[in-house]
């Protein structure tokens, strides 16, 4: 069993002055990640949208094979304050944020300077958060997603009624995706609940999977940048399954033959 990395107090640096977090603290020094103490949350929480007093952002290295429950809390903590966080998936890294935080949501849309009509994908943990949040889910479809979830699909349904209102346009459909990552696997077992997740591109629109540049990249912009390696990137196989006939939208690292669909 892996041992705790050591921690140490220390004074951190925000936009509201030095505040004191106890950090994780990696061979040679480096600092991946600080908590600040409870005395101190106050002073991030004035005027902050959505009272959020997580430290500034922050790049956490967690193991991509084994993940560290005690890290993985803290990537947890953030996204229930309500911050954004870059993650691992199978295929590229993500924005994420709690489906539940309105404000997050709205955030990502602006960073990615997307459509507010356009509809983002939400990750989950298991196939009861796919019932739930998913509508109209045959039994072959179910029976296929058992099949090759978690794997490297996002698959599109009817929204549920579970699905804010913000996510959706006006066809009211959801991508769903069961990432085959420990990272994100673990992360959403934490939370308990589906995360929404959109792809982060760079200026010539080439994904972005190397955590130090989008540590460098994304700046003050987000909560945390969760170092999982570097990925190769090759998006997700993207089908549609909303309608009377299945539908591949766009073919990407699953394998379209296992599908038996097409």
Request: net charge negative; with cysteine; hydrophobic share 40%.
């Amino acid at each position: 069993m892996q041992g705790h990395p050591p921690t140490r107090n220390i004074e951190v640096w925000s936009p509201w002055g030095w505040v004191v977090g106890s950090c994780v603290l990696h061979p040679g020094g480096r600092v991946c990640g600080c908590i600040l103490h409870p005395s101190q949350r106050n002073l991030l929480t004035e005027g902050h949208p959505n009272g959020v007093h997580s430290a500034p952002e922050m790049i956490l290295e967690i193991d991509p094979v084994e993940p560290q429950p005690w890290l993985l809390a803290r990537a947890a903590q953030v996204l229930r304050e309500g911050g954004v966080v870059v993650m691992p998936t199978d295929t590229v890294y993500g924005m994420t944020c709690g489906i539940t935080h309105h404000e997050a949501i709205r955030r990502i849309y602006r960073l990615k300077d997307m459509d507010p009509k356009k509809p983002l994908s939400i990750l989950v943990s298991d196939m009861s958060m796919v019932g739930k949040y998913a509508r109209g889910v045959s039994t072959p479809a179910y029976r296929l997603l058992k099949r090759v979830l978690p794997g490297p699909y996002t698959f599109i349904f009817e929204a549920s009624p579970e699905v804010p209102k913000i996510m959706l346009r006006k066809r009211r459909t959801i991508g769903i995706r069961m990432p085959d990552n420990p990272i994100a696997l673990a992360l959403l077992a934490e939370m308990g609940e589906p995360l929404l997740s959109s792809s982060i591109r760079g200026p010539e629109q080439d994904f972005v999977n190397d955590p130090e540049e989008l540590d460098e990249s994304l700046g003050k912009d987000v909560e945390m940048v969760i170092d999982g390696g570097i990925l190769l990137p090759v998006p997700s196989t993207v089908v549609d399954l909303s309608g009377s006939e299945p539908v591949l939208l766009r073919e990407g690292k699953g394998d379209v033959g296992i599908l038996e669909l097409f």
